[in-house]
Nanobody, 120 residues
């Protein structure tokens, strides 16, 4: 069984930064693909960033390239998302996921409960 717990969300002004963390427990290996997804009210869940191949491969949505950075730590069982130059359109519930492929939400088996990010 895999459990994912996100933290680090909050409210920030446009142009500010936040760092999201996801603590993973259970059968998570350093090679398990993990990702960050977000969902705004009335919109579909979308992939933001993902990491695989032990951290050697990263994926980013076009909308966050150059502003967000995904990384792993803690022997691979902690996932981070550094978010800089935040925009109001980044406002959403952010979810951590594990066991999938790239930025395709439907391929991920495990999900956290989410952490809210609000940019004003």
């Amino acid at each position: 069984h895999v459990q994912l717990v996100e933290s680090g969300g909050g409210s920030v002004q446009a142009g500010g930064s936040l760092r999201l963390s996801c603590a993973a427990s259970g059968y998570i290996r350093s090679t398990t693909s993990m990702g960050w997804f977000r969902q705004a009210p009335g919109k579909e869940r979308e992939g933001v960033a993902a990491i695989s191949n032990g951290g050697r491969t990263t994926y980013y949505a076009d909308s966050v390239k150059g502003r967000f950075t995904i990384s792993r730590g803690g022997a691979g069982n902690t996932l981070y998302l550094q978010m800089d130059s935040l925009k109001p359109e980044d406002t959403a519930m952010y979810y951590c996921a594990a066991g999938g492929l790239g930025l395709t939400a439907g391929t991920y088996n495990y999900w956290g409960q989410g952490t809210q990010v609000t940019v004003s």
